[in-house]
């Protein structure tokens, strides 16, 4: 496939076939194959416990823009690595998140004549668990002054904010006793049983204020747009019990839980406070995103405006959108650097049935070449 003949379609086909399921998460053959479709840029190589990302120059410039992806998936059987086009949309593990982001910046970035400013892309590996042998890896080496990651936002939308996430550690205390003599209604399992059961929907309706996301987003003719819940518990593994007639005395739970910036980590952790319960947090990750973080407000809003009237010029109204999925925006905006989140959009992410659509493929790539136009004029 030469530079000229680039096709997003066929480029993220391509991609789907290369297995860069994670865990392992070898993405040397990915990286191998995009180095030889920019041969003729200056590339490097970025490894880290055997997990390779590729940076590529595309032009120098008195200020410099980076668009980033991951090339790393996640799991899946061998089947989904065959992609499938069916009815507009493209079918395969990575086509929506996120091979298709790739090769859409590909595309755009290769087509690109008289760039004016200063242009890297970095295709990344490990973003599926953390980022930290990927884009983490390759930015401190390769500061620029805003970077676009692509993710599968869909055409119109912007993830411009992403959630705190908790892990949590909770350990339920019971009676114990023989199951012909002590209720399965006193031991701990019944009783986490019983909070797994409750607490999912409590955290679902926790509200908080969220107005200077609002007003601010509403001052640039958007709306902001919260895409699932503000909160949510998922107790990810349990453990107990020590014989099976005997009613348990005690039971782990491991949470992921996640929430807006805009409610406290006081007001989550009161949920736990109850008799019969004792919890630790094992892990905390601060939001990372506008308003949220140490990047300037006016840095923000200078990428943010090109993004938008990238997203405007094919006649899309855009919308800033919060998740509570996290991704590799944290290592950048740790260093006062703008950064967020924009690409094709598909359904179904981490599923057998993942796809992307591939209208979005094509439109994707229009407007990351556009961005790239409005960032030399910011």
């Known amino acids: 496939m030469s530079q000229l003949e680039i096709d997003e379609v066929e480029l993220t086909k391509e991609l789907i076939k ?69 009815n507009g949309k493209l079918y395969g593990r990575g086509s929506c998140d996120a091979k298709g982001c790739v090769a859409s910046i590909c595309s755009a970035v290769l087509k690109l004549e008289d760039i004016g400013v200063g242009l890297k892309v970095a295709f990344t590996a490990d ?18 002054d805003a970077v676009v990651i692509g993710e599968p936002t869909g055409c119109s939308s912007i993830n411009v904010l992403q959630a705190c996430v908790l892990a949590l550690d909770i350990e339920f205390e019971g009676k114990d006793g023989h199951t012909a003599t002590r209720d399965a209604r006193d031991g701990a399992i019944f009783k986490a049983s019983k909070f797994i059961t409750e607490i999912p929907d409590l955290f679902k309706s926790l509200k908080g204020n969220y107005e200077p996301y609002k007003n601010l987003f509403e001052g640039l003719g958007i709306p902001f747009v919260i895409k699932t819940w503000e909160a949510v518990f998922n107790p990810s593994i349990i453990k107990g019990g020590i014989k099976r007639n005997v009613v348990a005395p005690k039971c782990e739970l491991s949470a992921d839980i996640r929430f807006a910036p805009w409610i406290s980590v006081e007001k989550v952790l009161q949920i736990f406070s109850r008799e019969g319960l004792n919890f630790k947090v094992s892990g905390f990750l601060p939001a990372y995103g506008i308003l949220a973080d140490s990047v300037p407000l006016e840095n923000d809003l200078r990428l ?26 944290r290592h950048v905006r740790k260093f006062g650097i703008p950064a967020f989140y924009f690409g094709p959009g598909g359904e179904n992410l981490h599923s057998e049935d993942e796809f992307v659509y591939i209208s979005e493929l094509r439109l994707a790539t229009k407007i990351y070449r556009k961005i790239i136009e409005n960032f030399k004029k910011s």
């Open 18 to 86: 290369i297995d860069t399921r994670n865990p392992p998460g070898d993405t040397s053959q990915a990286v191998d194959f995009l180095e030889k479709l920019f041969s003729s840029f200056k590339t490097k190589k970025y490894e880290n416990e055997g997990k390779e990302s590729l940076l590529v120059e595309i032009s120098k410039g008195e200020k410099t823009l980076m668009l980033s992806s991951h090339l790393d998936t996640v799991p899946c059987g061998d089947e989904l690595l065959n992609p499938i086009t069916v």
């Open 304 to 329: 943010l405006r090109a993004i938008l009237d990238a997203i405007r010029s094919e006649a899309l109204n855009p919308r800033a959108v919060f998740s509570l999925g996290v991704g590799d925006t």
């Open 127 to 144: 973003e599926e668990v953390g980022g930290r042998n990927g884009l983490k890896k390759v930015f401190e080496a390769e500061k620029c």
